[in-house]
């Protein structure tokens, strides 16, 4: 049982770059999410899932894009990598009703 | 959308020392986390608690719902304890949707 899986764990990308940040989880949540953590700042919610198939916008979904096709997999996009991407993004799964979600231990991607 | 508010924003701490971290939120909540944030950038889930009290070594847990409150009770602080405290909230509707707060920056000194 690994938990929630994110890879790379570094990434340095030039702008206008795009690439897929991975999320994986072994523990069959339904509930999925992408956030993103600015130096000083708490963490802010980019997209979520609610299920396969299923996906909505959250507080910054401006240059990102999400797809859930299976329960496990929850990858995120950058389309054209911008400086101001330049964050640590965390994924996060949740399973039933009386659990908290689970992180997994961060991207951090800086965008020259 | 809820709000969620920590205090306080910094705290300095003794080794030994107690200390009591607050997490004000706006509405009804279905899940309330707190997590530790450690100098390596991990977050580790400490307690799930959006009602009641929960108590794990040095560290306890209260949520009053009716209120709109929890606070993080850090007994006997170490050094290792130092870092970064978040409050998490879903809201009662927002399923999928989690809200931290700004976060604690505690720091204790040996």
């Known amino acids: 049982n690994a938990g929630v899986t994110q890879t790379p764990k570094f990434q340095v990308l030039k702008t206008g770059q795009s690439m897929t940040l991975q999320c994986a989880q072994d523990m069959n949540h339904e509930y999925m999410s992408w956030y993103r953590q600015d130096p000083g700042m708490g963490l802010r919610l980019i997209h979520y899932s609610v299920g396969a198939g299923i996906t909505d916008q959250g507080e910054v979904p401006n240059g990102y894009n999400v797809s859930r096709s299976t329960t496990e997999d929850f990858p995120l996009r950058l389309l054209s990598a911008a400086p101001s991407q330049t964050s640590v993004y965390f994924c996060?799964?949740?399973?039933?009703?009386?659990?908290?979600?689970?992180f997994g231990s961060g991207t951090r991607l800086t965008v020259v | 959308g809820i709000q969620v508010e920590q205090s306080p924003p910094d705290l300095i701490l003794q080794e030994g020392a107690n200390s009591t971290l607050r997490c004000n939120f706006s509405?009804?909540?279905?899940?309330l986390q707190w997590f530790h944030q450690n100098p390596w950038g991990q977050l580790i889930n400490l307690f799930y608690i959006p009602s009641g009290t929960k108590q794990n070594g040095r560290l306890s847990a209260t949520t009053v719902a009716t209120e709109r409150y929890s606070l993080l009770y850090i007994s006997s602080s170490q050094t290792t304890d130092s870092g970064v405290y978040f409050c998490a909230v879903q809201g009662g509707t927002s399923y999928g949707k989690l809200t931290f707060g700004q976060g604690t920056i505690l720091t204790v000194h040996p």
């Open positions: 509405d009804s909540v279905n899940n």
């Open positions: 996060a799964s949740k399973g039933g009703a009386f659990y908290g979600y689970t």
